[in-house]
């Protein structure tokens, strides 16, 4: 999670991550119930995650960065994937495959990040354009130290 900054303990976290996501007519929901890391640094706070077996991105390792009214989501191997999220901004990337790359934009419509306990819950809603296939994703992430 990085070595420089100041650093509070990396502890394990329960990380549960909810996602629907609406393109015309289909929807698709996903589920993500797994252990992975959780620490501070400089008034940010991460949680880092291997993606499940069976799961259409097994064997990427997914990093949740909050703080500040911000929310980014990195993705590393093989698909690489940088989202940054602000309530109203548009935010344009590249979702890189194994097999290609695929221009993508999105817009935040809703962000909310709240304490749970020991934890957090964050909150997203965004329109999302994929390779010129436009949908609506939101998502939840559970993050509570164990």
Request: proline fraction near 3%; aromatic fraction near 10%.
């Amino acid at each position: 999670m990085g070595c420089s900054g100041k650093v509070r303990s990396i502890m394990e976290a329960r990380i549960r991550v909810y996602s629907e996501v609406k393109n015309g007519t289909s929807v698709n929901r996903s589920n993500v119930d797994t252990v992975g890391l959780f620490t501070e640094r400089n008034g940010s706070f991460y949680a880092r995650y291997d993606e499940p077996e069976g799961s259409d991105l097994a064997g990427c390792t997914t990093t949740v960065k909050w703080g500040a009214g911000t929310v980014t989501i990195l993705r590393t191997r093989p698909y690489g994937l940088r989202e940054e999220f602000e309530q109203g901004r548009t935010f344009e990337t590249t979702y890189h495959t194994p097999y290609l790359d695929i221009p993508l934009r999105i817009r935040t419509r809703r962000l909310a990040v709240f304490r749970k306990g020991r934890g957090w819950t964050i909150r997203l809603r965004y329109d999302s354009e994929l390779g010129g296939e436009a949908g609506r994703i939101e998502v939840t992430v559970e993050v509570e130290p164990v």
